[in-house]
């Protein structure tokens, strides 16, 4: 089973009430932005389609451009909600999990945010930092695939390949809990810390996959009876909406899981899995024989290096 209290996690959770309030209003207003542009989208297209014989086709298509226009804003600010939404939330967690003490209601989030700035500088140098990370976790996973391209037993490509699916949608929050770790040790080189913390992980490995493998078990199921109650009442909105854009009552319906998954179940999964983390490396230091089979099996784990090396402060530029 897994190794992480759930209701300590909950308690937790409760504690950070702002944050979660903070990624409810944020996420559930992209879900309603969504609503807005595909449907207003859909809207205009079908009274400018009514110049040709099919303005069903252009109503459609307005849906498209709505639905677009909105994911490519959301693009361009995923370095702030990374910044401000993630990394704040992270940084209260793990200072409660110290016993320190946090300001209320709006203070908490001020508090956080200085604390990211004094570990992690300015918003692009994070956004960095969280790529370099993903980039070595996705290299591991891809190990287990390889395995099969010299293993000639039939079938077990498809084995693995399905293994390595459910090992990488288990690892999504692995970037958290390193981001976590650079707040617990108070870094002044994230880089650094970042490059001990992933061989943390990878000693620790079998556990924290383990326990990952749990939480996305669960976080998926619940994901999943979230989009079944929404689809019937995004049916009947978009049904009333003009042209034949009922169909996006299902994308809608996943937009609206995907929202409660981001603000409420995510941040579950980051504290339950920091937890197990924080104590499964206690009194352990980084192994060289983890770090040499890192280098040789990422190049961003060799440029996270490269980096830690030229002592980049969290206020350096990044290119």
Do not use: C
Not at 49 to 71: E, M, N, Q, R, Y
Not at 124 to 138: A, H, P, S, T, Y
């Amino acid at each position: 089973m897994w190794d992480f209290s759930i209701g300590r996690t909950l308690g937790l959770l409760a504690r950070t009430f702002p944050f979660i309030l903070l990624r409810m209003l944020v996420y559930f207003g992209i879900t309603f932005a969504y609503i807005v542009a595909t449907g207003g989208g859909a809207a205009i297209g079908y009274g400018v389609g009514h110049v040709s014989d099919d303005p069903t086709a252009f109503s459609f298509w307005g849906g498209i451009f709505g639905f677009g226009l909105v994911s490519v804003a959301l693009y361009w600010v995923r370095e702030y909600i990374l910044y401000i939404l993630k990394a704040g939330h992270i940084a209260v967690m793990v200072e409660l999990m110290q016993g320190k003490l946090l300001p209320q209601g709006q203070g908490q989030i001020m508090h956080a945010r200085e604390v990211v700035a004094a570990r992690f500088g300015e918003a692009n140098l994070l956004f960095v930092l969280d790529q370099l990370i993903k980039g070595v976790i996705r290299a591991i996973t891809g190990l287990v695939g390889g395995i099969a391209m010299v293993l000639p037993i039939p079938g077990l490509q498809g084995l693995l390949g399905f293994f390595n699916t459910i090992v990488r949608i288990s690892l999504t929050y692995v970037d958290e809990i390193i981001l976590g770790y650079n707040v617990k040790v108070g870094s002044t080189n994230p880089w650094e810390t970042s490059r001990q913390a992933l061989v943390l992980y990878a000693q620790n490995g079998k556990r924290m996959v383990k326990n990952a493998i749990w939480l996305t078990l669960m976080l998926y199921v619940l994901a999943f009876v979230i989009f079944l109650v929404m689809l019937a009442p995004m049916a009947t909105l978009f049904y009333v909406m003009p042209g034949q854009i009922a169909g996006w009552s299902f994308v809608a319906a996943i937009v609206f899981a995907w929202a409660f998954k981001a603000a409420v179940l995510e941040p579950f999964a980051i504290a339950a899995l920091m937890a197990v983390y924080f104590e499964a490396i206690e009194g352990q230091v980084p192994n060289p024989e983890w770090d040499r089979k890192l280098s040789d099996a990422s190049g961003k784990f060799r440029e996270l290096k490269d980096k830690a090396l030229a002592g980049m402060a969290p206020g350096a530029a990044v290119a």
